[in-house]
């Protein structure tokens, strides 16, 4: 990647794939020709993506995020950034980032109606709410599916809740990061132990893979009645979005001679902007 200098602006040549329609008074970014033309100066390139304009929000002083090169992963982080500086009270910068999002929402239209849709809802515009969910469903159905999974099976409890991670992330090469947090609870009245896992991971494309292997984390945990493991994991996905599954293999150690059984794991999202609702009360 080489970065240059263009009438105080800045202009990277990025080898990579389509992926975002942008624009703005002085330059317009194309789809599909892969061609960027500089209104001003009558430029012409082709063969690659070439991203150029002011100087974007994504840079701050002489640092250049690889985010930048992907607008989904782009907004992610730029949300949270937004959550961090208002937790830390610096509501002068989660002012600024809010309205870097509100950009990036005019060529997102899921972007769009998901802010109206939470925003329609607090103030009980509930028949706004609806056509929003609506539009949504048509054009992105998978933004309606929970990044939190929850299923019991003979008495124990698998809660599953995954997060995008996108400083392991690097779009430019298509790998997207997905960290989960796994909670087990033995709601039963024996005592198990969990022998294997098996884990289905399926991409935005439909392919799916079976991941195989003993215990968790390098453990085969013995879980109590009334008590919980935890534990957490990670994997990198060829996708933006998906969605993991699966089942552990558990026995009972109280008797001898107990047969092994199979503990579901619930489909959960795997969406690189989380949950519709920031706030839903299913967390680990």
Request: with cysteine.
């Amino acid at each position: 990647m080489q970065l240059l200098s263009i009438n105080g602006g800045c202009c990277m040549e990025l080898r990579l794939p389509a992926i975002f329609t942008e624009s703005k008074d002085a330059f317009t970014w194309r789809i599909g020709e892969v061609n960027w033309r500089n209104r001003r100066q009558g430029r012409k390139c082709g063969g690659m993506i070439v991203a150029c304009g002011a100087k974007p929000p994504e840079m701050n002083g002489d640092k250049v995020r690889r985010s930048i090169f992907c607008p989904s992963h782009n907004y992610a982080i730029l949300k949270h950034q937004m959550e961090a500086a208002a937790k830390s009270e610096d509501y002068k910068e989660a002012a600024r980032i809010r309205d870097m999002l509100k950009y990036y929402e005019k060529d997102m239209p899921v972007l769009r109606l998901r802010r109206l849709l939470k925003e329609a809802v607090a103030d009980e515009r509930f028949e706004d709410a609806a056509s929003y969910r609506d539009e949504l469903i048509e054009i992105a159905p998978h933004s309606f599916q929970k990044c939190f999974s929850d299923a019991t099976t003979l008495g124990i409890r698998v809660q599953v809740r995954s997060e995008y991670k996108e400083d392991r992330s690097i779009p430019s090469k298509g790998l997207y990061y997905y960290a989960y947090k796994v909670r087990i609870t033995n709601n039963s009245t024996r005592p198990v132990q969990l022998l294997r896992r098996h884990w289905i991971l399926t991409d935005a494309h439909g392919k799916s893979e079976d991941v195989w292997g003993l215990g968790v984390v390098g453990e085969q945990p013995t879980i109590r009645p009334g008590r919980s493991f935890e534990y957490s994991a990670g994997f990198p996905l060829k996708t933006q979005n998906g969605k993991m599954e699966g089942d552990y293999e558990m026995i009972c150690i109280d008797r001898a001679f107990t047969r092994e059984f199979k503990v579901a794991i619930a489909p959960c999202s795997l969406y690189m902007l989380g949950d519709y609702d920031d706030n839903d009360v299913n967390t680990i």
